[in-house]
């Protein structure tokens, strides 16, 4: 079982930026990918980032966000740069093993709202 706790959401001006933080419970943290994935009212979740041994990152993000983590500390981050209104969303963290295509663990969320 792992637990994820999202944190550093907040609410900021277009042009700022933000860090999100997902804190996971577990000792076999490193066996897992994990990724963010975003939800916007009256949107589908949209994946955003996923680290593995190779990261990936949706085009409406690359350039902007970059995601790492730190095993160490079983944290995944999600640093967000030149963040638009459109950024704006529910932005969850979720934890896959890394053999697997599905992911399995969720966190709760955190909200991100960009205005303009």
């Known amino acids: 079982q792992v637990q994820l706790v999202e944190s550093g959401g907040g609410l900021v001006q277009a042009g700022a930026s933000l860090r999100l933080s997902c804190a996971a419970s577990g000792r076999t943290f490193s066996s897992y990918a994990m990724g963010w994935f975003r939800q916007a009212p009256g949107k589908e979740r949209e994946k955003v980032a996923d680290?593995?041994?190779?990261?990936y990152y949706a085009d409406s993000v690359k350039g902007r966000f970059t995601i790492s983590r730190d095993n160490a500390n079983n944290t995944v981050y999600l640093q967000m740069n030149s963040l638009k209104v459109e950024d704006t969303a529910v932005y969850y963290c979720?934890?896959?093993?890394?053999?697997?295509?599905?992911?399995?663990?969720w966190g709760q969320g955190t909200q991100v709202t960009v205005s303009s």
């Open positions: 979720a934890a896959r093993k890394i053999y697997r295509v599905n992911y399995e663990y």
């Open positions: 680290i593995s041994s190779i990261t």
